[in-house]
T-cell receptor, first 111, second 112 residues
Framework: DVKVTQSSRYLVKRTGEKVFLECVQD?????MFWYRQDPGLGLRLIYF???????EKGDIPEGYSVSREKKERFSLILESASTNQTSMYLC??????????FGDGTRLSIL | SQQGEEDPQALSIQEGENATMNCSYK?????LQWYRQNSGRGLVHLIL?????REKHSGRLRVTLDTSKKSSSLLITASRAADTASYFC????????????FGKGITLSVRP
């Protein structure tokens, strides 16, 4: 079975901090994705990557950056955390033209 | 704007009944997928139907796709309390890198 592991289930940070969310997949998938999920808004794509060192903006990239130095790892970075970035963050991976596999999510609170 | 929109937003049924959920989308697609999310967890893929397919089955799940109406339905037969979850449809426009656009989801409650 594909395993997508997110480094933390719950995280509390302060406004202005630089926050790193890590995601690792074990199936050699080319594609990796970061979403945020908010009540009433569904899942919104922040960034995705289709190869090492490649990244593309999703629908809501503002305030975020990503890093993919190795194929199995995709990091989401909040450059200067703000309270409106409090959310559930979901990482996913997939092979091309195949379903996405999700991690269990990180519930991030910015105080 | 959302590519995929589910209907209804919430559904409550008795155990043993069938649950039907609908999804409409706006532009041509490569495939459409349904996912399930239990409370506080990540999404789990249920079924993928390609644009040249009309119906697909997986266990108690049946998915249909009508590309002329740009709509899909997910039918769960003989529902169980354990089917209580949120269900999302997602569209893949190109298949090139599996990028999906998700709807806002349907909350299904199955009463024991």
């Amino acid at each position: 079975d594909v395993k997508v592991t997110q480094s933390s289930r719950y995280l509390v940070k302060r406004t202005g901090e630089k926050v790193f969310l890590e995601c690792v997949q074990d199936m050699d998938h080319e594609n990796m994705f970061w979403y945020r999920q908010d009540p009433g808004l569904g899942l919104r794509l922040i960034y995705f990557s289709y190869d090492v060192k490649m990244k593309e903006k999703g629908d809501i990239p503002e305030g975020y950056s990503v890093s993919r130095e190795k194929k199995e790892r995709f990091s989401l970075i909040l450059e200067s955390a703000s309270t409106n970035q409090t959310s559930m963050y979901l990482c996913a991976s997939s092979a091309t033209d195949q379903p996405q596999h999700f991690g269990d999510g990180t519930r991030l609170s910015i105080l | 704007s959302q590519q995929g929109e589910e209907d209804p937003q919430a559904l409550s049924i008795q155990e043993g009944e069938n649950a039907t959920m609908n999804c409409s989308y706006k532009t041509s697609i490569n495939n459409l997928q349904w996912y399930r999310q239990n409370s506080g967890r990540g999404l789990v893929h249920l079924i993928l139907i390609r644009s040249n397919e009309r119906e697909k089955h997986s266990g108690r799940l049946r998915v249909t796709l009508d590309t002329s109406k740009k709509s899909s339905s997910l039918l769960i037969t003989a529902s169980r309390a354990a089917d209580t979850a949120s269900y999302f449809c997602a569209t893949d426009l190109t298949g090139a890198n599996s990028k999906l656009t998700f709807g806002k989801g349907i909350t299904l409650s199955v009463r024991p």
